[in-house]
C-alpha cells in the first residue's frame, strides 16, 4: 500500500510568509490531491495534480513524479489560510491520505 | 458549484444504538464514499459505492453497512454504535469516468460521539 508523508505536522508562521508544505509517496501514482479543511470539519479540493505546476492565487502545487514528491506553497500567507492541509495520492490501492499538516497563521 | 451535504453536523449517540449518516450529492456523480478522520490516523476509507444498489469495503469496514438505493444518496449504518466508533465521518463524490484523474468533493463531516 502507498505510504503518504507529509511534512511538517505542525506549522505556526506569521502573516506575510512564504509557507511550504511537502508531500512524500512511496509508489507510482496516476494523480496527486491537495485539500484544505477548515475548523469545523469542511473539506475543500484545492489541487489536482499529475505532473509539473499549478497555481490557483496565491497557492502553487508542483510535483515531481521521479522523486515521488510535492509541495504545497503559500505566498503572503494570511490567517485566514488558517486549516489543515492534506496531501492524497491515487494509485492502484486506490485513494491513500496524508495525516495532514495543520497551519495557524498569526496576524 | 458540486455540493455534497451530510445529514447532521454534530451527532451524540449511546452505545447500542443504531446510527444512520446520510449524504446526498447534486451533481449526478455516479461514486460516493464514506471516510472517518481520527487525529494522528488521517482519513480512512469504510465503504465506497460506485453505483447505485452496489458497494465495495474500504479499509475499514468492520462495525459498518452501507446503502445507496438512489444515485443521489449514499448512507452510512452503524447496526449497534461503540465508543470507538466516536468520529468525524466525511463524505466524498466524484464522477466515474474512465481515464480521467476523478476528483472528489466533500461534504461537511459529521462529528458523532458515542456515549
Known amino acids: 500500500k502507498n505510504e503518504v508523508e507529509q511534512s511538517p505536522q505542525n506549522l505556526t508562521a506569521q502573516e506575510g510568509e512564504f509557507i511550504t508544505i511537502n508531500c512524500s509517496y512511496s509508489?507510482?501514482?496516476?494523480?496527486l490531491h491537495w485539500l484544505q479543511q477548515h475548523p469545523g470539519g469542511g473539506i475543500v479540493s484545492l489541487f489536482m495534480l499529475s505532473s509539473g505546476k499549478k497555481k490557483h492565487g496565491r497557492l502553487i502545487a508542483t510535483i515531481n513524479i521521479q522523486e515521488k514528491h510535492s509541495s504545497l506553497h503559500i505566498t503572503a500567507s494570511h490567517p485566514r489560510d488558517s486549516a489543515v492541509y492534506i496531501c492524497?495520492?491515487?494509485?492502484?490501492?486506490?485513494?491513500?491520505f496524508g495525516k495532514g499538516t495543520h497551519l495557524i497563521i498569526q496576524p | 458549484d458540486v455540493k455534497v451535504t451530510q445529514s447532521s453536523r454534530y451527532l451524540v449517540k449511546r452505545t447500542g444504538e443504531k446510527v444512520f449518516l446520510e449524504c446526498v450529492q447534486d451533481?449526478?456523480?455516479?461514486?460516493m464514499f464514506w471516510y472517518r478522520q481520527d487525529p494522528g490516523l488521517g482519513l480512512r476509507l469504510i465503504y465506497f459505492s460506485y453505483d447505485v444498489k452496489m458497494k465495495e469495503k474500504g479499509d475499514i469496514p468492520e462495525g459498518y453497512s452501507v446503502s445507496r438505493e438512489k444515485k443521489e444518496r449514499f448512507s452510512l449504518i452503524l447496526e449497534s454504535a461503540s465508543t470507538n466508533q466516536t468520529s468525524m465521518y466525511l463524505c466524498a463524490s466524484s464522477f466515474r469516468l474512465a481515464g480521467f484523474y476523478n476528483e472528489q468533493f466533500f461534504g461537511p463531516g459529521t462529528r458523532l460521539t458515542v456515549l
Open positions: 509508489v507510482g501514482i496516476s494523480a
Open positions: 451533481m449526478d456523480h455516479e461514486n
Open positions: 492524497a495520492v491515487r494509485s492502484a490501492d486506490g485513494l491513500t
